[in-house]
T-cell receptor, first 118, second 109 residues
Framework: GAVVSQHPSRVICKSGTSVKIECRSLDFQATTMFWYRQFPKQSLMLMATSNEGSKATYEQGVEKDKFLINHASLTLSTLTVTSAHPEDSSFYIC??????????????FGSGTQLSVL | GQSLEQPSEVTAVEGAIVQINCTYQTSGFYGLSWYQQHDGGAPTFLSYNGLDGLEETGRFSSFLSRSDSYGYLLLQELQMKDSASYFCAVGGGYQKVTFGTGTKLQVIP
């Protein structure tokens, strides 16, 4: 089965610092990756759609300068939370969609990153 | 915009059958998917309906009615390990995937 690796699984940082989260598709090429944010007992809220080689498309209300997304290759996307503040504390989770025609209706998720900003 | 509504919580007895409903409003419908998420874990894909009707995958079945903008997930022979949150989602292909409000299922002995 398709595997998506996400690191780190947990990070604690001081307010004002930046945190980078990596998402890798290990055994397939992902032309599209999605970044979600999830607060406790709530649904997954789409933050942005990341396409390889192009700028990410951000959802309304998501600050693109705060949440920097880079999709440099078909297997790697990164999310950098810049100048993190306590309100950014959340569970961040990436997902990858295989190239069109290969179970394209499925999303494969990373294991998530629990960010705590002190 | 897109919105998907689900009941917030459902409780069912081990061995029983439970149905989790999902109503949606969306433009450019692609398909309805279902995902399971245990506390602290990642969502895992359960089922997908691109066309009307019932799809069966083991103990799990999913139904879609595009004319009613409605679908459901049916879990049979419930097991304690099925206690989790279940999300419907719309999107696929070239579309983004939007998740529903989620249903927390508690299976009791």
């Amino acid at each position: 089965g398709a595997v998506v690796s996400q690191h780190p699984s947990r990070v604690i940082c001081k307010s004002g610092t930046s945190v980078k989260i990596e998402c890798r598709s290990l055994d397939f090429q992902a032309t599209t990756m999605f970044w979600y944010r999830q607060f406790p007992k709530q649904s997954l809220m789409l933050m942005a759609t990341s396409n390889e080689g192009s700028k990410a498309t951000y959802e309304q209300g998501v600050e693109k300068d705060k949440f920097l997304i880079n999709h440099a290759s078909l297997t790697l996307s990164t999310l950098t939370v810049t100048s993190a503040h306590p309100e950014d504390s959340s569970f961040y989770i990436c997902s990858a969609r295989p190239q069109l025609g290969q179970h394209n209706e499925k999303l494969f998720f990373g294991s998530g990153t629990q960010l705590s900003v002190l | 915009g897109q919105s998907l509504e689900q009941p917030s919580e459902v409780t069912a007895v081990e061995g029983a059958i439970v149905q989790i409903n999902c109503t949606y409003q969306t433009s450019g419908f692609y398909g309805l998917s279902w995902y399971q998420q245990h506390d602290g874990g990642a969502p895992t894909f359960l089922s997908y309906n691109g066309l009307d009707g019932l799809e069966e995958t083991g103990r799990f079945s999913s139904f879609l009615s595009r004319s009613d903008s409605y679908g459901y997930l049916l879990l049979q022979e419930l097991q304690m390990k099925d206690s989790a949150s279940y999300f419907c989602a719309v999107g696929g292909g070239y579309q983004k995937v939007t998740f529903g409000t989620g249903t927390k299922l508690q299976v009791i002995p």
